[in-house]
């Protein structure tokens, strides 16, 4: 919802994305290459450990959408204005740091501390998702005669 596979891949790449699925498959004496990750990912998973890298990747996914869904709760927004926004850049970093073997590390907890810090200026309006609606949309200010006993007739 807030971030496609293809973003993830382009953004974080699928070299990094190979070293975290070595990384939490080879305890199991599985070890993945780039293309089972490309295949798990974009196109129909054929092995056991390929399904099983899709799994792994859709529950950070999952944990994800959670995350900036929590800090979103009142926000009808279309996939097209997420799109637009700097939701995808937020969830990517948080997708980062959910798939990373050593989220301990200094680099992959600060990407995760921006990543919070700008969703709670989301949700605050700080930085905004929409766009203001135009000037025709709007409805105008309304305004009626002061409530005054001055004589503006004779003045």
């Given at each position: 919802m807030?971030?496609?596979?293809?973003?993830v891949?382009?953004?974080i790449g699928v070299n990094?994305?190979?070293?975290?699925?070595?990384?939490?498959?080879?305890?199991?004496?599985s070890y993945p290459t780039s293309d089972d990750v490309t295949t798990a990912l974009?196109?129909?998973?054929a092995t056991e450990l390929q399904q099983q890298i899709l799994a792994w990747y859709q529950s950070a996914e999952k944990n994800v959408t959670a995350i900036v869904s929590g800090f979103?709760?009142?926000t009808d927004i279309s996939q097209e204005q997420i799109d637009n926004s700097v939701l995808p850049g937020i969830a990517c970093d948080l997708l980062y740091f959910e798939l990373a073997v050593n989220p301990g590390d200094d680099n992959i907890k600060a990407r995760k501390t921006s990543a919070m810090a700008l969703l709670e200026k989301v949700s605050k309006g700080l930085i905004q998702i929409k766009e203001d609606a135009p000037a025709a949309a709007r409805t105008g200010m309304r305004t009626k005669a002061a409530?005054?006993?001055?004589?503006?007739?004779?003045y």
């Open positions: 807030f971030v496609t596979t293809q973003y891949i382009d953004k990094v994305l190979l070293q975290f699925a070595s990384g939490k498959f080879a305890e199991a004496g974009l196109g129909v998973p979103l709760p009142n409530g005054t006993s001055f004589n503006w007739g004779g």
